[in-house]
């Protein structure tokens, strides 16, 4: 069922779990379908998330009406969220649509600047009745090879308390050594920066770029006040090797969707994977 994230997030945080959030590749139907009946399977909630560029191809309104249709097929809680809104006129856009979660990303911005411009996207969904996440922090994005391009900034505490004076979105997402994209060797995550800022928030934290970070690092950031996991790449590099799997056994017997029933099945699981490290099975 289509809810926003706010209930589910605010559940999470105060039971010590985290709600899984899943790229969907611009509505791409077959991972909508596995994340969606992997929830249900696992009566967890869970986040549909949609980047502006991987809408590109298909639309932004046909992601939400693929994710919307998919929500009211399952009897778990599924929110439909825009990760990394780049603007407030994108946010609109979104809400306008019919998102029920939007992320504002205001990180490589100063302090200051970036709570205003938060505060202006937070005004507007309030009135919505849509939840806002917000960053500080900026994530570095990792190529195939896990090199870094751009920042990796880990968030000063007493910056973070500063910014939380200024503005009020409903999660944050702070930079904690975390990058998007495939991890090369070790991860050095500072756990401990979301345990500082815990002393003077009860706001639930965001996680992003989890995919091939150590899960008893992803499980200590939930204990910290983390109510949200983030993955992308995993999923989205899975789907396209379950298709070549599939192409290459002769799954599709010269039906697209053959094969499509064949990668859903197969990624299905790695969501319920996911779904068991976030803790949130059974918890719809």
């Given at each position: 069922m289509l809810t926003t994230s706010f209930e589910m997030m605010d559940k999470a945080y105060k039971n010590g779990y985290a709600v899984p959030a899943?790229?969907?590749q611009g509505g791409t139907y077959d991972i909508i379908r596995a994340i969606c009946m992997a929830a249900e399977e696992l009566?967890?909630?869970v986040i549909l998330a949609h980047y502006v560029n991987t809408g590109s191809y298909s639309g932004h309104d046909w992601f939400f009406e693929t994710a919307k249709w998919m929500a009211e097929k399952v009897s778990v809680p599924v929110a439909i969220h825009l990760d990394h809104g780049d603007s407030f006129e994108r946010c609109m856009e979104m809400l306008h649509i019919g998102f029920?979660?939007?992320m504002y990303d205001g990180s490589?911005?100063?302090?200051?600047?970036?709570a205003?411009?938060?505060e202006e996207v937070a005004r507007v969904c309030r009135a919505f009745g849509v939840p806002l996440e917000a960053e500080i922090g900026e994530l570095a994005r990792l190529d195939d090879q896990g090199h870094q391009n751009g920042l990796s900034n880990i968030a000063d505490p007493d910056i973070v308390k500063k910014y939380l004076e200024l503005c009020r979105p409903d999660s944050l997402a702070i930079g904690i050594g975390n990058a998007h994209g495939f991890y090369k060797g070790p991860v050095d995550i500072h756990v401990d920066i979301l345990e500082k800022c815990r002393?003077?928030?009860d706001i639930p934290f965001v996680l992003h770029g989890c995919t091939g970070m150590d899960e008893t690092l992803i499980r200590q950031a939930v204990k910290a006040g983390v109510a949200k996991?983030?993955?992308g790449t995993q999923v989205r590099c899975n789907y396209i090797n379950y298709v070549k799997d599939g192409l290459a056994q002769g799954k599709d017997e010269g039906h697209a969707w053959k094969l499509s029933s064949y990668t859903e099945k197969?990624?299905?699981e790695d969501i319920k994977d996911i779904i068991r490290l976030a803790g949130s099975a059974g918890k719809a």
């Open positions: 899943i790229n969907t009566n967890s909630p029920t979660s939007i490589a911005f100063s302090v200051e600047e970036n205003k411009r938060t002393e003077f928030t996991i983030n993955f197969r990624l299905r």
